[in-house]
Nanobody, 123 residues
């Protein structure tokens, strides 16, 4: 069992930055690849970024590549998402999740989820 808690969301103007955190407790954090997903009103949950258990390998959705950076600190059982150059279309609830098996791009491949944190980008 893994418990995940996101923090760091808020309201920011377009072009601004936010840093999301995902604190994990429970089973060995470093054994899990982790991911960030987001869901805007009326839309499906979509992949944002993922990171391997060691932190060496990362993947990004094309829509955030070059603007967002995923990282993790296994000594603190915490994952981060640094979001720069934010756009109004980045507005969504952001979720962190622990990967179980299958494609890292699919929400169904993750079996533990946080409660989400709201990110709102004003134009």
């Amino acid at each position: 069992q893994v418990q995940l808690v996101e923090s760091g969301g808020g309201l920011v103007q377009a072009g601004g930055s936010l840093r999301l955190s995902c604190a994990a407790s429970g089973r060995i954090f470093s054994s899990y690849a982790m991911g960030w997903f987001r869901q805007a009103p009326g839309k499906e949950r979509e992949f944002v970024a993922s990171i391997s258990g060691s932190g060496v390998s990362t993947s990004y959705a094309d829509s955030v590549k070059g603007r967002f950076t995923i990282s993790r600190d296994n000594t603190k059982n915490t994952m981060y998402l640094q979001m720069n150059s934010l756009k109004p279309e980045d507005t969504a609830v952001y979720y962190c999740a622990a990967h179980h098996s299958g494609s890292i791009y699919m929400a169904a491949s993750y079996d533990y989820w946080g409660q989400g944190t709201q990110v709102t980008v004003s134009s």
